[in-house]
């Protein structure tokens, strides 16, 4: 195919779109035959999103509580100097 490389262009182009615009039609009836199932889909991901973010919320008041009850970490008495180095 020694054709017009501007026509090859334009008809791989009109491929292109044609497959997509098709796939779009067909995710789109699909969508509308099967939305009760992508609706419980996505009612079970924000679920599980907000159950992860509860989970996280609890280890991080565990880990605050624990950090509160550890008086290892405060040193009462315990000064800290910089020298100041002016050279």
Known sequence: MNGNPFRQATQGLAKGSLITGLF????????FILRDIFAFIAAAIFFMAGFSAIAYSIRLFILQWKMRQDKSAYREGVEVRFEDDNH
């Open 24 to 31: 779009l039609i067909g995710f789109g009836m699909l969508v």
